[in-house]
């Protein structure tokens, strides 16, 4: 076992966990990370490489970079990847649930108020949390920038991948980027020696990866032919968020337009009722893919209600699933070939510009709209950074700080 260490200066302990051990940390996170995919990659790094130990940057920072070429929610598959790590098949289903479950039950709940009442989620509180959510990814930008890019080459990668990013802000610019990084690092960076990388253990036998693989793509190519051929409503609804998780990239924002042509087009769920439930998926913690859940519960015909809700979200996340346990074994066995570890060096680095470029959009320009929502994200940077605060409690804070001050300003 590798002497490897975290931020903290802890031995990392990954791959000797237990599914409660994940399930608990997960549990938290669950219902504190607020701020979307990028946010949920800063608290991930926080908990889990800088608190806990479990992983090194370089580690997480792999994970990272799978979770960006692979089709499907990001953070949520970083998520499955670690808990995949720390305690096995167990775990990755103990940490999908523990993150995945409080903001599906929340928007659950609101979708049956909208049934029954209708909603407006446009609260002051969201100034604090959308000011906590820059800065986290602030704070994981920053400390990703000073350990996967210490030369000026790395820097110069990471600041053009963001540059490209934000002039082109397209899912497509995202893998290009990743990809270019990757051709980069392997023409003309040098891997140094990994002597501070400890190997993910990842305890699923190949043949089950195969076997994952297998049904990603019966599933994605059978799916529509089987709703065809049997035009039951619980099939198509399975079909039609099936191919929603596992066409994107990008994350939960861009899954919105596929949703949307999915569900309101063919009258399942009314234009108002999708745009309620996009508003209320900006205010809870968790995965934006959760949204899933509200559009299961509201939608017209049936199954609906809670079994429309359970359905949707199962088949929106299950790509990801298969995609991780069938990719991430083989990840780790590729990484460790000389030509693959300088590949990884400009993946990382264009890893960090694809954050830098979420930094700015839509980060900040959905959290920071006027000077008193700067102060906010300085103050929560500050105790993040300088005083070493908890990321879940600086979320706390900074939302109670938000609600105060939009009662000033």
Same mark, same amino acid.
């Given at each position: ?145 000073? /350990?996967?890019?210490?030369?000026? #080459?790395?820097?110069? +990668? %990471?600041?053009? $991948? @963001?540059?490209?990013? !934000?002039?082109? &802000? ?94 309101? /087009?063919?009258?399942?769920?009314? #234009?108002?009722?999708? +745009? %309620?439930?996009? $508003? @209320?998926?900006?205010? !809870?913690?968790? &995965? ?104 879940? +409690? ?16």
């Amino acid at each position: 076992m590798s002497k490897d260490k975290s931020q903290n200066g802890k031995p990392a302990r990954q791959g000797h966990g237990d599914w409660l051990e994940v399930f608990l940390a997960f549990l938290r996170l669950g219902l504190t990370s607020f701020g979307g995919p990028v946010a949920h990659l800063g608290y991930f790094r926080e908990e889990f490489v800088t608190h806990r130990g479990w992983f090194t940057e370089k580690s997480y920072a792999d994970l990272v970079a799978l979770g960006q070429f692979l089709p499907g929610p990001a953070s949520s598959q970083v998520g499955l990847g670690i808990g995949l790590a720390r305690a096995g098949l167990p775990g990755a289903l103990a940490a999908w649930t523990a993150f995945t479950l409080p903001s599906a039950l929340l928007l659950m709940v609101f979708g049956y108020g909208v049934l029954a009442l209708g909603s407006d989620m446009n609260g002051d509180y969201l100034r604090g949390l959308k000011a906590a959510a820059v800065a986290v990814v602030a704070h994981a930008v920053w400390g990703m920038g000073r /350990s996967l890019c210490p030369d000026r #080459e790395r820097r110069t +990668l %990471a600041v053009a $991948g @963001a540059t490209l990013l !934000v002039v082109w &802000p397209h899912p497509l610019g995202q893998v290009g980027v990743i990809l270019a990084g990757g051709l980069i690092g392997w023409l003309f960076l040098k891997a140094e020696t990994d002597t501070d990388h400890t190997p993910l253990d990842i305890r699923v036998p190949r043949s089950l990866s195969v076997a994952a693989l297998a049904v990603f793509f019966l599933l994605l190519a059978g799916l529509p032919l089987l709703a065809g051929l049997f035009p039951a409503q619980a099939l198509a609804l399975f079909d039609s968020f099936y191919r929603s998780g596992a066409l994107v990239f990008g994350g939960g924002h861009v899954v919105l337009p596929l949703l949307q042509a999915e569900v309101v /087009s063919p009258g399942w769920v009314g #234009e108002d009722s999708f +745009l %309620a439930g996009y $508003g @209320a998926a900006q205010a !809870v913690p968790g &995965p934006l893919f959760t949204f899933a859940a509200y559009l299961g519960t509201v939608m017209g015909p049936v199954p609906n209600g809670a079994i429309g809700a359970a359905i949707c979200l199962v088949a929106i996340f299950l790509p990801s699933f298969l995609l991780v346990i069938g990719v991430l074994p083989f990840w780790e066995r590729l990484r460790h070939f000389q030509p693959m570890r300088r590949a990884l060096l400009g993946v990382n680095a264009a890893v960090v510009g694809l954050l830098l470029a979420a930094l700015y959009h839509p980060v900040w320009t959905s959290g920071v709209r006027a000077p008193s929502d700067f102060a906010l994200v300085l103050l929560a940077f500050t105790l993040l950074a300088f005083w070493r605060l908890p990321a879940w +409690l600086v979320v706390v804070a900074t939302a109670v700080a938000g609600a105060v001050v939009a009662q000033v300003f």
